[in-house]
């Protein structure tokens, strides 16, 4: 059973602060990736990675910054939190061909 | 760009009515698309791909290329079937999957 768990259910962090997100999958996948879920606005994805220390662009980057270290971990960093990424955030894990990703619980940020 | 468009937020049904729920895409050659579903208080998960062709929880989405679309369909919603639905297509690197708005299904007893 693929398991992809992620460091925090909810949280709260104040304007300005540095701020991340772990992710870790255990079935061994090589791509990871994170998104942003907004009502009306569905899963849009903010940055993924196919290999240890590689990492490429989604569709909404900005602000954000990611480090995958190892395999089997992926964390997502606001560099400096602002009220507009209060969201849920979700992790993702995939092999190969990413049809069917498995997501973790999501995070659900707010900035105050 | 490609894009996934699901128009309806919300569809509202009784238990036993045939449900449609819309996605359509923007043309770019063979696309595959799925659906992916999220129960309350779960986890967002895989539904079906139309690469299988199967039917799961009762469910069948045809790709239709013609109309550009791929409903989700099933003849008799159950309560239990009330969940967010996504349509969800793999972009052009094949890297990644674009996600539509979502709709969230509500069946009624």
């Known amino acids: 059973d693929v398991k992809v768990t992620q460091s925090s259910r909810y949280l709260v962090k104040r304007t300005g602060e540095k701020v991340f997100l772990e992710c870790v999958q255990d079935?061994?996948?090589?791509?990871m990736f994170w998104y942003r879920q907004d009502p009306g606005l569905g899963l849009r994805l903010i940055y993924f990675?196919?290999?240890?220390?590689?990492?490429e662009k989604g569709d909404i980057p900005e602000g954000y910054s990611v480090s995958r270290e190892k395999k089997e971990r992926f964390s997502l960093i606001l560099e400096s939190a602002s009220t507009n990424q209060t969201s849920m955030y979700l992790c993702?894990?995939?092999?190969?061909?990413?049809?069917?990703?498995?997501f973790g619980p999501g995070t659900r940020l707010t900035v105050t | 760009a490609q894009r996934v468009t699901q128009p309806e937020k919300l569809l509202s049904v009784f238990k036993g009515a045939p449900v449609e729920l819309k996605c359509n895409y923007s043309?770019?050659?063979?696309?595959?698309l799925f659906w992916y579903v999220q129960y309350s208080r779960q986890r967002l998960q895989l539904l079906l791909r139309?690469?299988s062709r199967e039917s799961i929880k009762g469910f069948t989405a045809d790709l239709n290329k013609g109309e550009t679309s791929f409903h989700l369909k099933k003849p008799f919603a159950q309560e239990e079937d009330s969940a967010m639905y996504y349509c969800?297509?793999?972009?052009?690197?094949?890297?990644?999957?674009?996600f539509g708005a979502g709709t969230r299904l509500a069946v009624h007893p």
């Open positions: 993702a894990s995939s092999l190969r061909h990413p049809y069917e990703q498995y």
């Open positions: 079935m061994d996948h090589e791509n």
């Open positions: 990675s196919y290999d240890v220390k590689m990492k």
């Open positions: 043309y770019s050659g063979s696309p595959e």
């Open positions: 139309h690469i």
């Open positions: 969800a297509r793999l972009s052009g690197g094949y890297n990644k999957l674009i």
